[in-house]
């Protein structure tokens, strides 16, 4: 008999599907605000355990799987909407949201 994936050789649950099954359960019972606060928590804890280096990497690594996944076009059309979402938003120049960026960035610099 082949393994589907959700039994394993000794007619046990498998560990993919208890995940899964556990994880629709969680679901029923919760509500968008408490993923919303766990996903705060794992954030803050990765940021406690982890450096600027591992940030670097991790940015680094989905910048190169984006940039292989998506082509010219892609990122015209999301530098576009972007623009857009900029000129609609609450009238910061250009030239002020740089020096407010780059001000930013100094202080993490620092």
Not at 31 to 59: C, M
């Amino acid at each position: 008999m082949a393994n589907n994936n959700s039994t394993n050789n000794n007619g046990k649950m498998s560990r993919e599907e208890a995940g899964r099954l556990g994880g629709k359960a969680t679901s029923k019972n919760h509500d968008k605000e408490f993923y919303q606060e766990i996903g705060q928590k794992g954030g803050e804890s990765t940021s406690d355990s982890h450096g600027k280096a591992f940030y670097q990497e991790i940015g680094q690594k989905g910048g190169q799987s984006t940039s292989n996944s998506h082509d010219k076009e892609f990122y015209q059309e999301i530098g576009s909407e972007g623009g857009k979402a900029r000129s609609n938003s609450d009238g910061m120049s250009r030239e002020e949201a740089g020096r407010k960026g780059g001000q930013a960035r100094s202080k993490n610099n620092d």
